[in-house]
């Protein structure tokens, strides 16, 4: 059964016409009535009864519909994706975004998607199966995070989300489009009986660059269909209808995030995807228009307010999710991101894409990650080969970073991809700089490992990804039920977020209508929400 959430914190019911303070606040909280603001007795009062406002000889001075907060967003996105609220928890890699995570968002009407980036195989198809039996016809997602060196574990997140019936993928990380995704996409096509093209296969875009939304915009290019076709991996009359459609239903717009990301801001790309939306689908003559998200800096309801008033179609949060108690995160790290401020992160190289010099953003508190990742991408530059290393860079890394020979990683390091994915040794054969990369990757995967398995000997290598969300929301929860991370769960910080964001749209409305509302009710503050069975 779906939980559902009241649209506003549980509060006394204000007098006919609230005057204090706290009446105004419970009068704007009141989000499945409108409200109305009006002079009265000589200052400003508020109620959610027009009969009383009518009655009580006030000049109403601005009117706000209802505003639930399912209400924000794109309504064919809740249709589409059957769920009640326009809010995805995106996915945290190595299943940081666990199973029980994912679960108690689809029982709550919320989409999330399951981290498989960075899991095995056999991890993966565990998980996928204890989400199905544990949420039985419930949406949901996985993610497939583009892996150049490794693309084995690419193809198999698709193949296990055919095996399973995994109806939408969050991809992450593209810099192109690659068999595996076009495969996905195609293989849910069908005919529908008006003639159309039935989708299956539903695929949210994570990404914050023009030129990669327009190839997921962009219909499958048949350089990478005919091939499937010829592999048998998808039917003849699939890849004719793939002309019809884009590559994605859903285009997350991701600025200032955890994890991969451009460090854009919001107010700049989102804009701009969404004007890019606009004239592809102009352009194309698409029925369906891609729908545009939006993710990275989403810590407060102010700032998930402004999401939608920029135009997403719906909110894709992170940082603020990783604290909770369903997250795979360990205690510890857990602590320290709710201890986080808005400038505690910094920028590292990263493990699936470090010869590539690509980033990630992790949290910088308690933690010398990311000055260790930085200077082993400096030597991987500047040398050739372990070998090539000065005495004195060999010392630092085998004794301050690896903590083990050289040798001993290179052993454990082959003993991973003869499991995973081979090529990867292949490749190094005789080539000192691509052995090298393998080793400090060694430590750049596992970092995540440690923090997530609370490993107490390497607390200062722990990698954890955190943007600057992290730091606004817990600004933001001083001194409510959710300050401590122990009372963080993840469907009570999504409800508040999107209560609060509908709150503060009505507050900008009453303001844009020149109603100056008191600071100490005009910010919302977030409540434990109770069950209302039925009610949204």
Known sequence: MVTSYPPGPVLATPAAIGRTVEEVYAVLAALDRPCFVLEHGGGIGATNDETAARRSGGRVLAVAPAMPAHRLGAADFLRDHGVRYPYMAGAMANGIASERLVVAMAKAGFL?????????????????????????????????????NELELERAIVELSL??????VE???????TPQIVRYRLAGLSRDPAGGVRIAHRVLAKLSRTEIAELFLAPAPDTLVRPLVSAGLVSAEQAELARFVPMADDITVEADSGGHTDRRPLAVLLPEIISLRDRVVRERGYRRPVRVGAAGGLGTPSSVFAAFAMGAAYVVTGSVNQPCVESGQSVGAKRLLGAA??????MAPSSDMFEMGVEVQVLRRGTMFASKAKRLFELYQAYGGIDDLPPGERAWVQDKVLRRPFADVWRDTVEYFEERDPEQIRRADGNPKRKMALIFRWYLGLSSFWCIGADPERVTDYQIWCGPAAGAFNTWVRGTHLEAVENRSV?????????????????AQLRFAGVKLPAACSTYRPVPLATAGGRS
């Open 112 to 148: 999330a998607s399951f981290g498989a980036a960075g899991v095995v195989p056999d991890k993966i198809d565990a998980a996928l199966a204890a989400i199905r039996r544990a949420a039985p016809g419930l949406p949901f997602a996985c993610n497939l995070i583009h892996s150049p």
């Open 171 to 177: 991809a992450s990380a593209f810099l192109e489009l």
């Open 491 to 507: 469907v009570d910080v999504a409800a508040n977020l999107m209560t609060g964001a509908a709150f503060a749209g009505r507050v």
């Open 163 to 168: 095996r399973h019936g995994v109806t939408c």
């Open 341 to 346: 401020e808005g400038t505690d992160c910094a």
